[in-house]
């Protein structure tokens, strides 16, 4: 072990300082608070259930903002700033088009509201994603990863091993899921689960590359990063994430996963135990998932079909209405691997401004917005043109609220028997936010100031006795809206780390720690 250590030493970029710690950042995408700590319970994550039991790691949870999805945590979390991303995906009226936020044209703006920004990552390495490709010559000749069985080369025996393993678990999955089988080709067995989605199509093989292919290349640049003593080091494991939309929060493939993950974060663990340098790990989530059957699953019908028919549209032509993620077809619908796969997934689709709206979803938090209105919509000028649309919104049981503005610059949340003013806090009748929890208003007036806000935030039903939602994508757990365990990720961090604040409210607060605990000595 000695001699190792002094191996890694020796090989040692530039980055390296003996003696001084660093941080290590390892986000485990979608999983919740209370997922992971059933998790521990049952023997699930047997590396972080160490660290817990053995009282070296602390965990806790944090509270996501309103837009509970991975581009505005991360954005949050890196930069401490995500203001103007209402969601995954929104219709931005200054560019008519829809913008997605994986798009690097579409977020231009966000970079350069945050350039003056240092960021949780200065002076250290970008975050490891889907499809980051590290330069050979960044990897010098003869580091032990590079040879050893394990390794580099190792990895890539394993990738072409444990790929069709991952197919064939899928099919076996989809088998018992009945109906799903058999749309994924899998004949059907008795057994079925719900609720229950499509996992056909490009799924299984985005499937393998998400839970092996993106798994292993992530862990061995972070290995890279470990062997030259860098510092800060964020990296974004996504399996769990995937595997959870299509499959289910705690379903056995979606826990199997898991159990990988926290292998390998036990072997990064270890590298970073022989580094040159010794490291701070810190392990977070940026969003958990909430389940439940889909709204489509639930009502027969859509959310762009609610929209268009109580706005008695004249007729859905092309270009009039888009609806991204409707059938899981849009990028954060998909996941992150599986949308810069899809041609389908390509943002700035142009919309033509007619009679019809853009209605678009991220997990149960659709947007619907009117090109034909240069600014922000009003409850007047919606109510005046399309009557209909806000009373058959706020009455669907599907629909727990929604916000929009008013002609005195002031906003509402609107509810199925009251209301509730955004700046003052006023409810007339039954508060329409009582089910989201005592900071469910901060939230929606914070995203109420977005540039980008759609002219009705269609808050998705949240069922608090089963802790479920209804995703106006087709995923069994979903996030993106308020509702359930989406809203409250985790955060394990080392026992003798100064605590941070109890409640932590939003990825810009998870920001403050982490630059915190970056600067220590």
Known sequence: MRRNRSRLR????????????????????GLGHAVLQRAIRDGVTPHLAGLVHRGS????????????QT?????????GDNHNVPAFRWYDKTRGSVAVFSNPADNAARELERAHRPGLLTGGRQPRQPGHRRRRRQRPRGQPYARRPDGWQGNRIRRLLRRPGERRAHRGSARRRGAAGERAGVPATPRRRHPRVRRGGLYPLVRAFTT???????????????????????????GYDEVAHHSGVERPETRKVLRTLDDEIGMIAAVAAQAGRPYRIVMLSDHGQSQGATFRDRYGKGLEDVVLDACHAPGRREGDSVTLGRQGRGA???????????????????????????VLASGNLGLVSFPQV????????????????????????????????????GSVVLGPAGSADVATGEVDGVDPLTDFGPDALDRVRRTDTSDNVADLMVGGRYWPDTREVAAFEDQVGSHGGLGGPQNTPFLLYPADLPAPPNPLPGAEAVHEVLVRWRDLE
């Open 10 to 29: 020796r090989r040692g970029g530039a980055d390296a300082a003996p003696g001084e710690p660093g941080l290590l950042c390892i986000q485990i995408d």
């Open 57 to 68: 790691h602390v965990l806790t949870s944090w509270h996501t903002d309103w837009s509970s």
């Open 71 to 79: 581009g505005a945590s991360q954005l949050a979390i890196l930069h």
């Open 212 to 238: 092996v292919v993106e798994t292993d290349v992530v862990v061995a640049a972070v290995v890279g990063d470990h062997i030259a003593g860098r510092s800060p080091v964020y990296v974004d494991l996504v």
């Open 332 to 358: 954060e619908g998909l996941g992150y691997a599986e949308a810069s796969l899809r041609s389908e997934a390509t943002p700035g689709v142009a919309v033509t401004p007619g009679e019809n709206p853009v």
């Open 374 to 409: 240069p600014g922000r919509a009003t409850r007047e000028w919606i109510d005046a043109r399309y009557p209909d649309l806000i009373p058959a919104l706020v009455t669907h049981p599907g629909i727990g609220f929604v916000l929009v503005a008013r002609d005195d610059d």
